[in-house]
């Protein structure tokens, strides 16, 4: 498998969204002679493969739906998990904390099913990944190789093994962290950054961004912030026009900091 096409026909092998008259998405992969089965009829495959993005067709049933490509957010959302996702939410914040560039040499752990993984890889960045879980370590490559292509996994040396241990690489630009207890990757990011560089940590509990504050405060880091995002839509229907009654609330803290030199 090639990288998946970003423009132009949508073509068999790759993923696309199934959307319904109710917004309801769907991930499904194009294959010749397959077809696409919901609660509201049968799509065959062979009706969309050749067609243009936003294409429109009905079901067997009558029923109405529309074909994309998914987004890096669709991805995220949709894919195989072997662990809880951090959401397109934070992502994109964790992006900018982090100030991903092509090329960072970016040390990452408690990778997950690799939704920071797939967003860092397509920023350009390279990553060197540790996931004490073998089953994990695999979810994320399978993930990542999915919607960047395998190509990508040229950039991402995975290995499975416990980071607080230790950091067996040198000279990092960013550290990334998803894990109980990021406090205790704090000495060995001091260690493997270059000045300047950078460390991030999603938490969900605030006594894990209060630990790892205390730990950055101890150690030769500055510059410390801890933030969280909450997203809220909105209604927007002719003159009806209010906020929507529900929100994607807490999801975690953002906590960075900066290593001097």
Known sequence: MTQPPRRGALVAGERVLFVDGRGRRYLVRLETGGQFHSHAGVVPHDAVIGRPEGVRLRSSAEAGFMVLRPTLADHVLKMPRGAQVIYPKDLGPM?????????????????????????????????IGYELREEFATRA??????????????????EVRNCYDGIDASDLDRVLLDLPE??????????????????????PSVMQVAQFRDALGRGPFGMAET???????????????????????????????????
């Open 141 to 158: 490559a399978t993930n990542v190789a999915e919607f960047l292509g395998p190509e990508a996994l040229e950039r991402y040396h995975v």
């Open 227 to 261: 933030v969280e995002v909450l997203q809220r839509r909105w209604h927007v229907e002719g003159q009806a026009v209010r906020p929507d009654h529900r929100m994607v609330g807490h999801t975690g803290f953002l906590t960075s900091a900066r290593l001097l030199g």
């Open 182 to 203: 990021p406090w205790r990757v704090v000495p060995h990011a001091a260690a493997t950054l270059r000045p300047g560089g950078i460390i991030v940590s999603y938490s």
């Open 95 to 127: 992006l900018l904390l982090a100030d991903i560039f092509p090329g960072a040499r970016v040390f990452e752990s408690g990778l997950g099913s690799g939704a920071l993984s797939t967003t860092v890889l397509r920023a350009g960045a390279e990553i």
